[in-house]
């Protein structure tokens, strides 16, 4: 099965495929701050070329993050060049990705993460540095049985169950316990059976392939219970979109097998947490910008890009690392790179060169720190704008590091700076610098501070709800 993206070159095409293939319903899709996919569907009876030009109203102000009440109406102005058919529907359905308008000025709303993102890419041909960007996200999660959540008053903590758990090598099952199952930080690409998601994971990729997105392969990752399905790069927006299709596809493909899946990137105490490596570069008329004949066959200006992403990495920690559980997993001893440092051979850097072999048009920056509760037309967006930055201002990154970061002696290790350690502190960063997000419009005030209100409300609920380990420490002192 091809990756297919249906793609119309007006409104008038549009309707007469839905009348053809007989579409009973269209599903207009965005993205709200927090990157969660939202949609409003219309039955194909009111559809038509005036409401595919005129978009459709919704009431902003029940979004997150958006409008106030007294002016709550937007707008979803539909991207007929991609456009996907929902595998997941009872009835014949249809997906548009929607850009977001303020209808009182008639042009995108500037807390529009899809509209955020293709200002970018505008950006990166204004700036003079190239004409295209391109991005290569790899998104890990993990695949649970049962999930119990609790956060009453007197009764706070939770309870996940999978069959790879090795927490159930002792358990009783009606069929008998296999034994079959990845041990502790022991689960990167095993065998059947002790690898039992191979088949999900299967089915994610080929009904992720169906919905338009190219795909590549798909492995167990090192923590039981978790997994990676890897896709091809595309352009900033292309990717951000593929990353809406791919949270889409893992949730209802793991829902259809009677379970479920997270995104969150520390889900488990004591073992690997769930990372988002994006793989980036910059190409001007179809040529290359990154490699050449510096440190690992980058280029003078990759060096200065990746000089630009360490430089505002705190800052960009908010976006790329959004959540409170995010910092749970920039810890050290789980492959998790804390150090902003950069490296062709070491994974614990958090700027990795990957291997390219010969060939200038694979060589890329691999920034391993977000995580795949990231926004990401945002994350992609706010990357780019601080590698551009260091494009501009020509950042150095210094001297590659090709040492074990995590048996440095500590003196050396004092010398080498770190992502935040908590998301008050990457909000903190964001405030004092997010100065290079301003430019060429891309990234607004009014974001950003929204952005800011917004994350702060999940801050103050995490700090404030007691803990279930806070009465292990203290109920007894």
């Known amino acids: 099965m091809s990756a297919h993206i249906l793609k119309f070159k007006n409104n008038t095409e549009l309707v007469k495929y839905i009348d053809d293939q007989d579409v009973q319903f269209i599903d207009f899709n965005f993205t709200d701050l927090r990157g969660k996919w939202h949609h409003m569907t219309i039955h194909s009876n009111v559809l038509d070329s005036d409401l595919l030009k005129n978009g459709i109203f919704f009431d902003g102000s029940s979004i997150e993050g958006w409008q106030a009440i007294n002016e709550s109406d937007m707008q979803l102005m539909p991207d007929i060049g991609h456009v996907v058919t929902d595998p997941f529907a009872a009835q014949r359905t249809i997906k548009i990705f929607c850009d977001v308008y303020d209808p009182a000025d008639g042009k995108p709303y500037n807390k529009d993460p899809r509209s955020i ?6 950006y990166v041909k204004e700036s003079g540095a190239g004409d295209a960007a391109y991005f290569g996200p790899e998104a890990e999660f993990f695949i649970f049985d049962d999930v119990k959540i609790h956060t009453e008053p007197h009764h706070v903590g939770f ?3 999978s069959e790879e758990g090795p927490y159930n090598s002792g358990r009783d099952y009606e069929t008998g316990n296999m034994g079959h199952r990845p041990r502790l930080k022991g689960g990167y690409i095993p065998e059947a059976p002790v690898d039992q998601l191979s088949d999900i994971r299967g089915e994610m990729l080929t009904v992720m392939q169906s919905m338009g997105v190219a795909v590549e392969k798909h492995h167990h990752e090192v923590a039981p219970s978790q997994c990676e399905l890897g896709i091809l790069y ?5 990717s951000a979109d593929n990353i809406q299709i791919y949270k889409h596809v893992v949730h209802n493909v793991a829902n259809s097998y009677g379970k479920t899946a997270t995104f969150m990137p520390k889900p488990i105490f004591g073992d690997n947490g769930s990372g988002m490596h994006v793989h980036q570069s910059i190409w001007n008329k179809g040529k290359p910008l990154f490699a050449g004949d510096k440190y690992a066959g980058l280029s003078e200006t990759a060096l200065f890009y990746i000089g630009g992403i360490i430089k505002h990495a705190r800052a960009l920690n908010a976006f790329t690392n959004p959540t409170t559980n995010s910092y749970k997993r920039l810890v050290p001893g789980y492959e998790a790179p804390v150090l902003l440092a950069y490296s062709a051979r070491n994974r614990s850097a958090s700027c990795r060169i990957p291997q390219s072999g010969d060939s200038p048009k694979a060589k ?5 720190f977000p995580d795949p509760l990231a926004n990401p037309y945002l994350a992609f967006a706010a990357m780019l704008m601080a590698g551009l930055d260091g494009i501009a201002n020509k950042i150095h990154p210094g001297e590659a590091m090709d040492k074990d970061l995590y048996k440095l002696p500590k003196d050396e290790l004092a ?3 770190t992502v935040c350690h908590s998301l008050r502190a990457a909000v903190n960063a964001l405030k004092d610098d997010h100065a290079f997000l301003l430019k060429g419009d891309v990234f607004s005030k ?3 501070e929204s952005y800011i209100d917004l994350k702060m409300e999940e801050i ?3 700090e404030t709800m ?10 007894s002192s």
Do not use: C, N
């Open 117 to 122: 993102a293709k200002a970018a890419e505008t």
């Open 159 to 161: 309870q996940i169950d």
């Open 234 to 238: 595309s352009t900033l927006v292309g």
């Open 364 to 368: 890329r920056v691999e920034v391993r």
């Open 415 to 417: 010398k080498i700076p």
């Open 446 to 448: 009014d974001l950003i």
């Open 460 to 462: 103050e609920l995490f």
């Open 466 to 475: 007691v803990h279930p380990v806070e009465y292990q420490m203290y109920y």
